[in-house]
């Protein structure tokens, strides 16, 4: 009996992930297929005015390395990529479907996809049931918890997590209470992948002045974390922070997304200050900007791209915002909530000058392994022992900014109260208290009920 073809399905939705994509199937670190299909979803809020990755300047250049591309919102229509998956009883039915629609026949199907726990990726995991998955992570939120328990019918497939080593010697917590093991895509690879695109994007880029400051926008109030106010006046501080260290020609690179007249209210600051401000809206990666302009320095809140500015590409950085941002995310589960710290921790303030601004957190291993507790108990209960550790021995005014009181009170960490009434939780009396005050509190509640 001849033996079945293996069709490797990838899933990408931003041009990033695709892109990362190539660099692992570049590096060899893809399992071997026959053919290679490239599956691209368009998550845009309104996907029908919104250019799909695979017409951004410089994708044909990816897009060479598959078999096969193919669209996720057709595979749905009309339902949205984010929003949709399938009844577990009709999930055999869209496998058939789509093995009908991708020429699929009877191939053995591996996946690979990002975001495994929320949708699109998640829904294309549950329709090939059989389908062993690789994931690749392509920011910062790798080094992060998987920011909800997985079904083990689906975590238990992953083989593997592709990530980019943004921080180095720093291991991710994405789907480590599944025992999967990440490794590493190479940055010298990555930057060679991300050069096509530079040189593809060339000729559509418009002219910027080389060795500019570059303040990268992430329209941040689309997620509600900011006001569109605030998220103005925070590009605002961008840009007085960039000239007051002594950078007279700016580029602002603003989400594509973003309202048009947050340009205009910095092109105002800009000729305050006297400052040269370019706007550069063009729809290329910000890597691409770092190749060809070089910036002299890059500002961002907490965006992926300034540790792949300094990573990958050795370039000065400097945060603004991550105070508010810290203090603002909510629940204290948002998956944010990693990059933030992350950013915060080991970057230096764009407002502050001098060793504190810029020094780092020396034990960020540890800082991470509390968080993503506090982030996610039930999802990694082991780590419980080293975020006890960390608490006890590091937590002071620096670094308190990364947790809450009421989420360390709720899992009766140290640092959940002052240390004066530390006893409190271990008074036995404390306790019972406690427990005939909840017992009231109950009997009236049912009484209220009844009556």
Known sequence: ??????????????LYGAATLAAALDAGLLPAADRRLLVVANTAATPETTAALDEAPGFASLGA?????????????????????????DAPLWERH???????????????????QVNPALALAQIFTDAPLDVYADGLMSYGPTRSKLDPLVGTRVRSLLHLDLVPGLRPLLLSEFGVEPRVVPGEVVTKVLGELADA????????????ALLLGQYLSALDILTPEEEERLH????????????????FKPHPSSPARWSGMLEEEAERLGADLTVLDAPVLAEVLYQRLRPALVVACFSTALLTA?????????????????????????????????????LPDL?????????????LDGLLAAVGYAMQ???????????????????????????????LTALALPGAIPSQLAFLPRSPAVRRVVRRARAVRRRLLKRTVTT
């Open 201 to 212: 994007a060339a000729a559509s880029l418009p002219p910027a002045p080389e060795g500019a």
């Open 377 to 407: 108990p039930q999802v990694l209960p082991g780590l419980r022992p080293a975020a006890e550790r960390y608490l006890s021995a590091r937590l002071n005014a620096r670094t308190r900014r990364y947790f809450k009181r009421r989420r």
């Open 65 to 89: 390395r598959f078999d096969g591309l193919l669209s996720w919102n057709d595979a749905i229509r009309p339902f949205h990529p984010t929003g949709w998956s399938p009844r577990p009883d």
């Open 351 to 363: 407002e502050r000058s001098g060793p504190a601004a810029g020094a780092g957190e020396e034990d």
């Open 236 to 251: 605002v501080r961008m840009l007085r922070g960039a000239v007051a260290r002594g950078h007279r020609r700016v580029v």
């Open 310 to 346: 300094r990573t990958l590409y050795g370039l000065p950085v400097a945060r603004a915002g991550t105070d508010l941002l810290l203090e603002r995310l909510a629940p204290y589960q948002n998956s944010n909530r990693v990059p933030v710290t992350i950013v915060d921790a080991l």
């Open 98 to 116: 789509l093995r009908l629609l991708w020429d699929l026949g009877t191939d053995e199907v591996a996946i690979v996809l990002e975001s495994l």
């Open 1 to 14: 009996m001849p033996a079945r073809q293996r069709t490797q399905i990838l899933l990408a939705s931003t």
